[in-house]
Structures are given as structure tokens and as C-alpha cells.
């Protein structure tokens, strides 16, 4: 057996010879609910990538040139680009050429009209994930975007969003029905030479969700779009632009998974945010893609790029929970570009056995008296490694500038990894910035306590994970709030030992 | 029906701490609606006592038995030790930061509950008997919605132990030197939940060091432990001969 810091410093003898550790490690290690594979026959593009393969994508899609010319620019620089390896992270190199950028159930090539066209295999699919598409079973007050491998399903409420002028549709169809607004703000915030999985995604992307809410429209449900990678050997590269005009408001929440697998599988989405003057954009993700197994083998490469610019008096929040992926690369940001706009940050990381998470934000500060708060909680255990990284810089031009960060870590066991990188940059001597770190450790004496209390192991750990958490959580949609806290729970079982 | 004759039954506890053998073949009755005191010098072994008992990791039984109410203690897990109603009340409870106390509670009360096979009480009604004892120990409202010990004072956190303590209503109360830290206003509202708490079924295993806490909470039995086992024994007069004279005469006299 080993000895934990759940069991402490001290002799971890029992009168049952039984240690705290070892109970928290006995408790049942549930699957990976979401890991099915669903049978479908698909359409999958040979494994490889070139420029026929980009201007496949585009034909598959109809696209229009100017769009296919952009996604060939982008290819041209990935061309030229070299995987980053700044990040706390470590895996073999990805091959590029042996995956596949493009696969669609098959039944979805005629493009059903409507649910009852959907083959009912996929919404069986989405429906063992928790996720209805029917309208009338679906979570009140949420409208759901379904992903499956490169292709939309189906988006729901549609028809009840247009009454207000909200569009929510697929990019692909977004493409087609308003160009002008994809072409002005299709890459505006994410540039396609950004960094290199945001060019590669800028060449390959297949589906993803577009939003727009018009001026001063408050969206009258919460919108929402689930990923699902089923196919194997594929990669999803989904690509996600929400507009919200001078005045509006919006609250988006993702939801990820993906089946379990050997073999790595790679993720790579671009996420733009655009909040016009006086808008606000709420943007939450519950990102639960395959980990991998107890040893590391599988899981998810979940890299991904994720900015939104705020114009005057805008907001944008990003709140996110990370439990899944095998390696995640992730740093939502904010660009405060309008004189007073607020930039938030919220996250939960978690790791567990061999996970890997290099994570965390940029707030950019341009215009004056510009806001942002970052709160990020890193939870480690097993033999997980989880960073944060985050960027604070204030430019010259930023008058009265104001930056709050919290990075809090708590280690469950002591062969996790626990990591900060905090980089802070002002150019203007006005501003304030605040950093606060802890790194804690659940104790030996708080799970006594619990369960001198009658509480077991299981549901100790998960109280106080939960606890360690609540500032996050509070941040997220209600209806997302309790699930993210049973997502932790299963997450962290087995994980001490 | 059989009425458990006896609380707790220990008979030849020795137990290990890091290595070191503190309880050495300590015998100890106690019927229920009693009150034993344990007092001591440091390091007689009076805080592994309690701890043994409660079942904490780290603590080596290494022989002699323990029944609770006619049952094997020492081969019940920790959260079932404290579901048959062994309640330890710590010298140093810890802080669980973000977790409510009332969060806390129910979670407990509910556990107990369930053991007894009763239902979990609904939210409103745990509101009722939580608000209650809250005021019993003089505890702000406010301290049920802060975290776990969060923040709270010295005197805040044993009063959170007595709350704790009501709301469970345990057979088998050990307070693990209860007194220290406390000035004796909240001595006596420590005291009087205590006393609140006797009704001649329940039995209290009191650990201190003074004898102060004794004014208050009138022991029946008081046992000096030194060198991990129990030196003498008597009635509540013992702890004041030992206020007077201190511990080392127990050594003079060679027990």
C-alpha cells in the first residue's frame, strides 16, 4: 500500500489495517459514462491532410470561394507553423497526416428537415448523454445545438429564437444564410495564423454553432451546444462565433464527450466572441471529453483557442469546468479592447490519474478603466499534472485599469503536480493588479472530521472538492451548477491510492 | 428487550501512536447516563484515548478489546462508529473552507439518520432544529451559512462541536479537552449544552487538564490517567485533590 498525504505523516495503521487512502482509492471506480460508441454508418474522409482535402471540406459544405480562400491561407501558414511545446504539458507529437479531418453520419448527407427526419440512432445518442433533442423533453429554457463528429444534428427552439431576431444555427448553414455577418467577423478575434491549432482549425473546421443576438435583445433562453467525437481516428475542429450586438445579452454553455478509446483523438476548436458596446456574453463550458484510462492510454487532446473582444461597457465571462481530455491546452480570453468593459474568469480544472492540464486566461486591458477577475481553481490527483498560466498585461492606454486574480490548488495525494504561471505586464503605472495564490491539500483531519460526523470517504472528498470549488460553481446556470458538481464527484472517484 | 448494561466496555486497550506505546492495558467501564472525567498529566495518553475510540488513522490498536453498547468497536469503520452514536468532540476541529455548516450538518444528521433508519429530514425542518441549537450554544444564525470552522474563533469552533453534538445526538459524547482556549463565558455555555444533554441514558467521557471544567460539568467517576493507563479512580473530590496537588505525587506515590 502507499502512503498519501490522506493518510498523512503519521503510521497509516488501523486497527482493520485499512489507511484513509486506501479506502478513498476502494471506493468503486465508475466508468466513464459517456465512453459508448454508437453504431452508425459514416462517411469518412481517408486520413491525411492536404489542400484537397480543405477544398473537400469546402465542396462537402458548398462553400462559398471567399471561404475556401481563407481556409487555404490558413493552411499555407499551418504549413509553416511548429506545434508549441511551452506548455506543462508532455505527449508524443501528434501525426497529422494519419488522422481523418472529415466524417459525417451518413444519413445526415440528404439534410433532414426536421427531427423526424434525424435518424433515430443519433438522437438515441444524444439522449443516453442526457441530452433530449426533442423540444418537448428538453430542459426548459434551453435551446441545444447538436455536434456529432463534423456535422450539426440538429439545433433546437429555433423557430422560438427567430421571433426575437436571435439566429442560432450551425456555422455551415450561418455560412449560407448571413455571409455578410460570418465574412465580418469570421476570424476578427482569432486570426487565422494565430497559433497553430487555431490555423489548423481555420483550415479544416467542419461544423460548430454561430450565434447572433440583435441590438438590445436579451436572448430569452439559455443556448447551448454538445459535442460529441464518435467516429474513430477522426479529429473534431469545431468552430464557434457569437455576435452579440451593442446592447444584448447572452448566456452560452458547451458540453463535451466523447467514447473511450486507445487510441489518442484530437480536438482542436477555435472559440470568437464578439460583444459589441453595452452587450454582455456569459460563456460557460462543462467540458467532460474521454481522460484516457487509469494508466494514460487514450483520452482526448482537447487544444484549444477560445478570445472575445468586449467593446465599451461590454462583459464577457468565461466559467469553466475542465474534468475531461487527456491533455488540455486551453486559455479562454479577453480582449478589453471599449473604454470600462469587464473581463471575467472562472474555472475548475481537474485532474485525475495520468491527466495532463495546462490551462488558465489572458486579460488583456487597451481601454480605459477596464476590469477583469480571474478565479481559477486547480484540482490535482492521482498522478495528474494541472497548470494554471495566465496573462494580466495593461497597455499604455489604459487608464485606471483594475485586475483581480485567485489561482487556488488542492492536491489530493502526493504524486499529482500542481503548477502556477502567473505572467503580469502593465505599461501604465495607474493600474491595479492583484494576485493571490494557495496551494492546499485535502487534509487527513477534514476527512476525520467528516467522517467522525458519519459521512464516508467518498462523499467527503466530494464535499470537500465541492467546497473548494463553490465560487466557480456560483457563476455557472443554475441547471449546469448541480450537474458540474456530480461531474466532479465521478471524476475523483479512485482517485487517491 | 435487552438494555445495554454498559456504554462502553474497554478491557486491556493498548494502542500505538508513530511507534510509541501510549495506552497500555487500560480498563475502563462506563454505564449509561454517566459522566467520567479523564484527567492527567501531557502525554498520560488522555487525547489517544478519544481518538482510539473514534477510530482516527494513525493510531495502532495493538491489543485488548472495546465494546460499545455490547458491540465490537474497534472492528467498525469510523463513519459507523459515529453512526451508532460515538461522537468526538475535537480540541482542534479543522476548517473545511466553501462548505456550509448547514451543508455539513445535514449531511451528517441525515447519515445518522439513515443508520437508525429513519428518513432524511426536508430541508425546512433541519432549518428548525439547526436554528434551535444554534441559539442553545449562543452561535449567531450567520455561523450556519459560513464555511466549516471557517474563520471562526477559538471559543466559535468549540461551540460549533456542541452544536454539532446536539443536532447528532450521540449515545457516547468524548469531549477531547473541550476547556482549552476557552474563557468561561463560553465555558459555561459550553457547560450548560452539556448538561442540557444529560438525561441518564447518554454517557460523557470528559478529557481535561483542569479541573475548572469540572465546576460546571459535574463528573460521576473521574480517572487519572498516567502512563497509559489508569492510575486511581474516584468520585468527583479526586479532581480536586489533584487541582491541589498537582500530578506528580501520583508518581511519588509510585503508580
Known sequence: MRDGPLCGHRASHRHRGESVSEQVESLI?????????????????????????????????????????????????????????????????????????YSAPRSMANKPKSLDEVD??????????????????????????????????????????????????????????????????????????????????????????????????????????????????????????????????????????????????????VVELVALDDAQIKYSTVQNWYPGDKEGKGGIYNFVTKRGVCHRNARISWTQVETGSAITWKYPSCILKGDNSVGEFYSVALTNNLQQADTGTKMIHLGKNTRSTIVAKGISAGRSQSAYRGLVRINAGAEGARNYTQCDSLLIGDRCGAHTFPYIESRNASAVIEHEATTSKVSDDQLFLCQQRGLDAEKAVSMIVNGFCREVFKELPMEFAVEAGKLLEVSLEGSVG | MKQAASMLEIRNLSARVEGNDILRQLTLSIRPGEVHAIMGPNGAGKSTLGNVLAGRPGYEVTGGEVLFQGKDLLAMEIEERAREGVFLAFQYPVEIPGVSNMEFLKAAVDARRRHRGESE??????????????????????????????????????????????????????????????????????????????????????????????????????????????????GKELALELEAKGYSWLEDEGV
Open chain 1, 29 to 101: 471506480r465508475k466508468d466513464y459514462s459517456a465512453g459508448f460508441h454508437t453504431q452508425i454508418e459514416s462517411d469518412t474522409l481517408r486520413p491525411g491532410l492536404d489542400e484537397d482535402v480543405i477544398r473537400f471540406i469546402s465542396a462537402k459544405k458548398e462553400e462559398p470561394q471567399w471561404l475556401l480562400e481563407w481556409r487555404l491561407k490558413a493552411f499555407r501558414a499551418w504549413q509553416e507553423m511548429e506545434e508549441p511545446t511551452w506548455a506543462h504539458v508532455s505527449y508524443p507529437l501528434v501525426d497529422f497526416q494519419a488522422l481523418s479531418y
Open chain 1, 120 to 269: 433515430p440512432e443519433l438522437l438515441a445518442t444524444y439522449a443516453k448523454l442526457g441530452i433530449p433533442l426533442h423540444e418537448q423533453e428538453a430542459l426548459a429554457g434551453v435551446a441545444v445545438d447538436a455536434v456529432f463528429d463534423s456535422v450539426s444534428v440538429v439545433t433546437t427552439y429555433r423557430a422560438k429564437l427567430e421571433e426575437v431576431g436571435v439566429i442560432f444555427c450551425p456555422i455551415s448553414e450561418a455560412v449560407h444564410r448571413f455571409p455578410e455577418l460570418v465574412k465580418k467577423y469570421l476570424g476578427s478575434v482569432v486570426p487565422q495564423k494565430d497559433n497553430f491549432y487555431a490555423a489548423l482549425n481555420s483550415a479544416v473546421f467542419s461544423d460548430g454553432s454561430f450565434v447572433y443576438i440583435p441590438k438590445g435583445v436579451r436572448c430569452p433562453m439559455e443556448l447551448s451546444t454538445y459535442f460529441r467525437i464518435n467516429e474513430v481516428k477522426t479529429g473534431q475542429f469545431e468552430r464557434t462565433l457569437i455576435v452579440a450586438d451593442e446592447g444584448s445579452h447572452v448566456s452560452y454553455l458547451e458540453g463535451c464527450t466523447a467514447p473511450m478509446r486507445d487510441e489518442n483523438q484530437l480536438h482542436a476548436a
Open chain 2, 121 to 234: 429530514l426536508s430541508s425546512f425542518d433541519f432549518m428548525k432544529l439547526a436554528r434551535d441549537a444554534a441559539k442553545r450554544v449562543s452561535l449567531d444564525q450567520a455561523f450556519l451559512k459560513r464555511g466549516v470552522n471557517e474563520g471562526f474563533s477559538g471559543g466559535e469552533k468549540k461551540r460549533n462541536e456542541i452544536m454539532q453534538m446536539m443536532l447528532l445526538e450521540p449515545s457516547l459524547c468524548i469531549l477531547d479537552e473541550t476547556d482549552s482556549g476557552l474563557d468561561i463565558d463560553a465555558l459555561q455555555v459550553v457547560a450548560a449544552g452539556v448538561n442540557a444533554m444529560r438525561d441518564g441514558q447518554r454517557s460523557f467521557i470528559v478529557v481535561t487538564h483542569y479541573q475548572r471544567l469540572l465546576d460546571y460539568i459535574v463528573p460521576d467517576h473521574v480517572h487519572v490517567l498516567a502512563a497509559g493507563r489508569i492510575a486511581r479512580s474516584g
